[in-house]
Protein backbone atom coordinates (compact mmCIF):
# COMPACT_ATOMS: atom_id res chain seq x y z
CA UNK A 1 0.00 0.00 0.00
CA UNK A 2 2.94 2.26 -0.45
CA UNK A 3 1.35 3.52 -3.50
CA UNK A 4 -1.70 4.25 -1.76
CA UNK A 5 -0.04 5.88 1.14
CA UNK A 6 1.85 8.38 -1.02
CA UNK A 7 -1.13 9.36 -3.11
CA UNK A 8 -3.47 9.74 -0.26
CA UNK A 9 -0.60 11.87 1.60
CA UNK A 10 0.24 14.21 -1.79
CA UNK A 11 -3.77 14.51 -2.73
CA UNK A 12 -5.57 14.73 0.17
CA UNK A 13 -3.34 17.88 1.70
CA UNK A 14 -2.98 19.83 -1.54
CA UNK A 15 -5.57 21.96 -3.43
CA UNK A 16 -7.78 20.97 -4.60
CA UNK A 17 -8.16 17.86 -2.73
CA UNK A 18 -8.30 14.35 -4.72
CA UNK A 19 -7.71 10.30 -5.21
CA UNK A 20 -6.60 9.05 -8.15
CA UNK A 21 -9.75 7.44 -9.64
CA UNK A 22 -7.16 3.95 -10.17
CA UNK A 23 -8.26 3.07 -6.07
CA UNK A 24 -12.20 2.53 -7.60
CA UNK A 25 -11.61 -0.59 -8.42
CA UNK A 26 -11.10 -3.16 -5.45
CA UNK A 27 -13.26 -6.44 -5.88
CA UNK A 28 -16.42 -4.03 -4.73
CA UNK A 29 -15.59 -1.23 -7.26
CA UNK A 30 -15.43 -3.34 -10.00
CA UNK A 31 -18.43 -5.05 -9.80
CA UNK A 32 -20.17 -1.52 -9.52
CA UNK A 33 -18.60 -0.60 -12.62
CA UNK A 34 -19.55 -3.62 -14.16
CA UNK A 35 -23.43 -2.57 -13.04
CA UNK A 36 -22.38 1.18 -14.73
CA UNK A 37 -21.56 -0.32 -18.29
CA UNK A 38 -25.20 -1.97 -18.27
CA UNK A 39 -26.91 1.13 -17.49
CA UNK A 40 -29.37 3.12 -19.95
CA UNK A 41 -27.28 6.04 -19.54
CA UNK A 42 -24.19 4.56 -20.10
CA UNK A 43 -23.37 4.58 -23.36
CA UNK A 44 -19.74 3.98 -23.43
CA UNK A 45 -18.87 0.40 -23.15
CA UNK A 46 -22.46 -0.25 -25.56
CA UNK A 47 -20.83 1.96 -28.37
CA UNK A 48 -17.44 0.64 -27.97
CA UNK A 49 -18.88 -2.88 -28.02
CA UNK A 50 -20.95 -1.58 -31.41
CA UNK A 51 -17.64 -0.56 -32.90
CA UNK A 52 -16.02 -3.58 -31.85
CA UNK A 53 -18.65 -5.84 -33.35
CA UNK A 54 -18.05 -3.86 -36.71
CA UNK A 55 -14.84 -4.03 -36.92
CA UNK A 56 -12.78 -6.38 -34.71
CA UNK A 57 -12.59 -8.87 -37.51
CA UNK A 58 -11.23 -6.29 -39.30
CA UNK A 59 -9.17 -5.16 -37.14
CA UNK A 60 -7.56 -8.51 -36.25
CA UNK A 61 -6.96 -9.87 -39.92
CA UNK A 62 -4.80 -5.98 -40.34
CA UNK A 63 -2.99 -6.83 -36.82
CA UNK A 64 -2.47 -10.68 -36.66
CA UNK A 65 -1.16 -10.35 -33.06
CA UNK A 66 0.61 -12.99 -31.47
CA UNK A 67 0.72 -10.78 -27.78
CA UNK A 68 -2.17 -8.64 -27.07
CA UNK A 69 -1.34 -6.47 -23.93
CA UNK A 70 -4.37 -5.11 -22.55
CA UNK A 71 -3.66 -1.82 -19.85
CA UNK A 72 -6.51 -1.45 -17.27
CA UNK A 73 -7.86 -5.34 -18.04
CA UNK A 74 -10.71 -5.39 -15.31
CA UNK A 75 -12.88 -8.40 -16.11
CA UNK A 76 -11.70 -9.43 -19.55
CA UNK A 77 -14.70 -8.90 -21.12
CA UNK A 78 -13.41 -6.67 -23.45
CA UNK A 79 -11.09 -8.47 -25.66
CA UNK A 80 -12.97 -11.48 -25.96
CA UNK A 81 -14.15 -9.62 -29.06
CA UNK A 82 -10.43 -9.48 -30.36
CA UNK A 83 -10.14 -13.23 -29.51
CA UNK A 84 -13.61 -14.22 -31.01
CA UNK A 85 -12.34 -12.48 -34.48
CA UNK A 86 -9.09 -14.37 -35.07
CA UNK A 87 -8.95 -15.76 -38.36
CA UNK A 88 -6.86 -18.60 -37.12
CA UNK A 89 -8.48 -19.22 -33.71
CA UNK A 90 -6.03 -22.17 -32.96
CA UNK A 91 -2.33 -20.53 -33.21
CA UNK A 92 -1.12 -19.27 -30.04
CA UNK A 93 -1.73 -16.61 -28.53
CA UNK A 94 -0.04 -14.91 -25.62
CA UNK A 95 -2.63 -12.40 -23.19
CA UNK A 96 -1.06 -9.90 -20.66
CA UNK A 97 -3.21 -8.36 -18.59
CA UNK A 98 -2.20 -5.16 -16.90
CA UNK A 99 -4.77 -4.54 -13.64
CA UNK A 100 -4.30 -3.43 -10.13
CA UNK A 101 -7.28 -5.94 -8.57
CA UNK A 102 -5.69 -9.40 -8.58
CA UNK A 103 -8.66 -11.65 -7.47
CA UNK A 104 -10.55 -9.82 -10.56
CA UNK A 105 -7.68 -10.88 -12.85
CA UNK A 106 -7.28 -14.26 -11.36
CA UNK A 107 -11.05 -14.83 -12.33
CA UNK A 108 -10.86 -13.29 -15.85
CA UNK A 109 -7.99 -15.55 -16.80
CA UNK A 110 -9.60 -18.46 -15.29
CA UNK A 111 -12.62 -17.74 -17.44
CA UNK A 112 -10.45 -17.33 -20.54
CA UNK A 113 -8.25 -19.67 -20.47
CA UNK A 114 -11.61 -22.20 -19.91
CA UNK A 115 -13.26 -20.80 -23.18
CA UNK A 116 -9.83 -20.52 -25.63
CA UNK A 117 -7.83 -23.50 -25.67
CA UNK A 118 -4.95 -21.62 -27.86
CA UNK A 119 -4.62 -19.09 -25.08
CA UNK A 120 -1.70 -18.22 -22.57
CA UNK A 121 -2.50 -15.84 -19.83
CA UNK A 122 0.73 -13.79 -18.34
CA UNK A 123 -0.87 -11.15 -15.84
CA UNK A 124 0.84 -8.51 -14.49
CA UNK A 125 -0.60 -6.99 -11.57
CA UNK A 126 0.07 -3.28 -11.08
CA UNK A 127 -0.85 -0.19 -11.72
CA UNK A 128 -0.26 0.85 -16.03
CA UNK A 129 1.41 4.04 -15.31
CA UNK A 130 4.23 2.57 -13.38
CA UNK A 131 4.63 -0.90 -13.94
CA UNK A 132 4.58 -1.39 -17.75
CA UNK A 133 8.25 -2.44 -17.13
CA UNK A 134 7.45 -5.83 -16.05
CA UNK A 135 5.16 -6.79 -19.18
CA UNK A 136 7.52 -9.59 -20.38
CA UNK A 137 8.99 -9.40 -23.81
CA UNK A 138 6.61 -9.85 -27.18
CA UNK A 139 6.59 -13.68 -28.66
CA UNK A 140 5.33 -12.38 -31.64
CA UNK A 141 3.81 -9.27 -33.39
CA UNK A 142 1.85 -7.21 -30.18
CA UNK A 143 -1.02 -5.61 -30.14
CA UNK A 144 -1.51 -3.17 -27.40
CA UNK A 145 -5.32 -2.42 -25.94
CA UNK A 146 -6.50 0.97 -23.80
CA UNK A 147 -10.30 0.27 -24.36
CA UNK A 148 -13.08 1.41 -22.43
CA UNK A 149 -11.96 5.18 -22.43
CA UNK A 150 -9.98 5.29 -19.52
CA UNK A 151 -7.38 7.06 -21.60
CA UNK A 152 -9.80 9.85 -20.53
CA UNK A 153 -9.06 9.56 -16.91
CA UNK A 154 -5.48 10.71 -17.41
CA UNK A 155 -4.42 14.46 -17.50
CA UNK A 156 -2.65 15.14 -20.63
CA UNK A 157 1.67 14.71 -19.20
CA UNK A 158 0.26 11.72 -17.60
CA UNK A 159 -1.10 10.57 -20.74
CA UNK A 160 1.75 11.77 -22.91
CA UNK A 161 3.97 10.12 -20.33
CA UNK A 162 2.21 7.00 -20.61
CA UNK A 163 2.04 6.55 -24.57
CA UNK A 164 5.88 7.16 -24.28
CA UNK A 165 5.97 4.01 -22.04
CA UNK A 166 3.64 1.94 -24.29
CA UNK A 167 5.76 2.92 -27.46
CA UNK A 168 8.45 1.72 -25.55
CA UNK A 169 6.64 -1.95 -25.09
CA UNK A 170 6.21 -2.04 -29.46
CA UNK A 171 8.61 -3.27 -32.38
CA UNK A 172 8.08 -1.99 -35.82
CA UNK A 173 5.00 -3.54 -37.45
CA UNK A 174 3.08 -3.34 -33.98
CA UNK A 175 0.36 -1.83 -33.31
CA UNK A 176 -1.88 0.24 -30.44
CA UNK A 177 -5.62 0.23 -30.15
CA UNK A 178 -7.53 3.08 -28.19
CA UNK A 179 -10.64 3.82 -26.76
CA UNK A 180 -11.79 7.20 -26.87
CA UNK A 181 -15.02 9.31 -25.80
CA UNK A 182 -15.73 11.61 -27.76
CA UNK A 183 -17.16 15.06 -27.15
CA UNK A 184 -20.80 15.53 -27.93
CA UNK A 185 -23.85 17.10 -26.72
CA UNK A 186 -23.20 18.28 -22.64
CA UNK A 187 -26.61 16.61 -21.35
CA UNK A 188 -25.40 13.44 -23.02
CA UNK A 189 -22.26 13.27 -21.04
CA UNK A 190 -23.63 14.11 -18.16
CA UNK A 191 -26.39 12.25 -17.57
CA UNK A 192 -23.77 9.05 -18.07
CA UNK A 193 -22.03 9.68 -14.84
CA UNK A 194 -25.39 10.96 -12.97
CA UNK A 195 -27.18 8.00 -13.46
CA UNK A 196 -31.04 7.61 -12.00
CA UNK A 197 -30.14 4.47 -9.81
CA UNK A 198 -27.09 6.40 -8.17
CA UNK A 199 -24.51 3.31 -8.92
CA UNK A 200 -22.19 5.97 -10.18
CA UNK A 201 -22.55 7.24 -6.72
CA UNK A 202 -21.95 4.25 -5.01
CA UNK A 203 -18.78 3.40 -7.30
CA UNK A 204 -17.43 6.75 -6.53
CA UNK A 205 -18.14 6.81 -3.05
CA UNK A 206 -16.28 3.31 -2.84
CA UNK A 207 -12.68 5.22 -3.25
CA UNK A 208 -13.08 6.33 0.34
CA UNK A 209 -13.55 2.22 1.32
CA UNK A 210 -10.75 1.82 -0.11
CA UNK A 211 -8.76 4.17 1.47
CA UNK A 212 -9.99 3.34 4.94
CA UNK A 213 -9.06 -0.54 4.40
CA UNK A 214 -5.57 0.10 3.00
CA UNK A 215 -4.60 3.13 5.69
CA UNK A 216 -6.56 2.22 8.57
CA UNK A 217 -8.86 5.11 7.97
CA UNK A 218 -12.42 6.86 8.65
CA UNK A 219 -13.86 8.17 6.23
CA UNK A 220 -17.54 7.76 6.32
CA UNK A 221 -18.67 7.07 2.47
CA UNK A 222 -22.21 7.86 3.10
CA UNK A 223 -21.31 11.64 4.21
CA UNK A 224 -19.97 12.69 0.82
CA UNK A 225 -22.70 14.09 -1.62
CA UNK A 226 -21.58 12.32 -5.39
CA UNK A 227 -21.05 15.41 -7.87
CA UNK A 228 -19.91 14.88 -11.93
CA UNK A 229 -20.63 17.81 -14.38
CA UNK A 230 -19.03 18.49 -17.61
CA UNK A 231 -15.95 21.00 -18.03
CA UNK A 232 -16.71 22.60 -21.58
CA UNK A 233 -13.27 24.72 -21.17
CA UNK A 234 -11.73 21.60 -20.43
CA UNK A 235 -13.55 18.86 -22.18
CA UNK A 236 -13.90 16.89 -19.82
CA UNK A 237 -16.04 15.55 -17.06
CA UNK A 238 -15.35 15.58 -13.35
CA UNK A 239 -16.51 13.52 -9.90
CA UNK A 240 -16.25 15.02 -6.78
CA UNK A 241 -17.00 14.03 -3.58
CA UNK A 242 -18.68 16.96 -1.70
CA UNK A 243 -19.70 16.93 2.22
CA UNK A 244 -23.14 18.43 2.93
CA UNK A 245 -21.06 19.52 6.26
CA UNK A 246 -17.77 19.96 7.45
CA UNK A 247 -15.76 15.96 7.70
CA UNK A 248 -12.96 15.62 9.97
CA UNK A 249 -11.05 12.05 8.93
CA UNK A 250 -8.48 10.11 10.25
CA UNK A 251 -5.40 8.09 8.21
CA UNK A 252 -4.16 6.31 10.87
CA UNK A 253 -1.37 4.25 9.05
CA UNK A 254 0.02 7.02 7.62
CA UNK A 255 -0.56 9.67 10.80
CA UNK A 256 -2.89 12.11 8.38
CA UNK A 257 -5.86 14.03 9.90
CA UNK A 258 -7.59 15.39 7.18
CA UNK A 259 -10.63 18.63 7.49
CA UNK A 260 -12.28 18.57 4.53
CA UNK A 261 -15.18 21.29 4.41
CA UNK A 262 -18.62 22.10 2.67
CA UNK A 263 -17.32 24.74 1.02
CA UNK A 264 -14.28 22.03 -0.36
CA UNK A 265 -14.47 18.49 -2.53
CA UNK A 266 -11.89 15.58 -3.13
CA UNK A 267 -12.07 15.31 -6.85
CA UNK A 268 -12.19 11.51 -7.82
CA UNK A 269 -11.83 11.39 -11.54
CA UNK A 270 -11.15 13.17 -14.60
CA UNK A 271 -12.78 11.97 -17.93
CA UNK A 272 -11.32 13.54 -20.84
CA UNK A 273 -13.63 13.85 -24.24
CA UNK A 274 -11.87 13.85 -27.21
CA UNK A 275 -11.99 14.81 -31.22
CA UNK A 276 -10.57 13.31 -33.78
CA UNK A 277 -7.80 16.09 -34.22
CA UNK A 278 -7.32 16.25 -30.31
CA UNK A 279 -6.47 12.42 -30.14
CA UNK A 280 -4.22 12.52 -33.24
CA UNK A 281 -2.54 15.10 -31.77
CA UNK A 282 -1.62 13.26 -28.51
CA UNK A 283 -0.70 10.04 -30.63
CA UNK A 284 1.79 12.04 -32.95
CA UNK A 285 3.33 13.81 -29.52
CA UNK A 286 4.16 10.49 -27.81
CA UNK A 287 5.72 9.30 -31.57
CA UNK A 288 2.69 7.21 -32.52
CA UNK A 289 1.53 7.13 -35.96
CA UNK A 290 -2.52 7.06 -36.10
CA UNK A 291 -3.40 4.56 -38.80
CA UNK A 292 -7.64 4.01 -38.71
CA UNK A 293 -10.05 5.65 -36.96
CA UNK A 294 -13.64 3.83 -36.10
CA UNK A 295 -16.38 5.39 -34.77
CA UNK A 296 -20.13 4.31 -34.19
CA UNK A 297 -23.15 6.10 -36.22
CA UNK A 298 -23.81 8.60 -34.08
CA UNK A 299 -19.69 9.80 -34.06
CA UNK A 300 -20.20 9.23 -29.89
CA UNK A 301 -17.30 6.82 -29.24
CA UNK A 302 -14.22 6.04 -31.47
CA UNK A 303 -11.28 3.70 -31.59
CA UNK A 304 -7.91 4.57 -32.99
CA UNK A 305 -5.20 2.20 -34.79
CA UNK A 306 -1.94 3.37 -33.89
CA UNK A 307 1.85 2.53 -34.49
Do not use: C
Not at 150 to 156: A, E
Not at 195 to 218: C, H, I, K, Q, S
Request: no cysteine; glycine share 8%.
Amino acid sequence: MKALAADALRGLTTFPKSLPPKYFYDAVGSALFERITGLPEYYLTRTEEEILAARARELMREVDPRDIVELGAGSGTKVRRLLDARHDARAPLRYVPVDVDAETMAAAARRLLRDYAALHVHGVVGDFERHLVHVPPAQGRRLVVFLGSTVGNLDPPARHELFIQVRGLLRPGDRVLLGMDLVKERGVIEAAYNDVAGVTREFNRNVLRVVNRGLDGDFRPEAFRHHAFFNEDASRIEMHLVPPARQTVHLRAIGLTVEVSPHESIWTESSYKFTRASAGAMLAAAGLAPLAWYTDAGERFALALAG
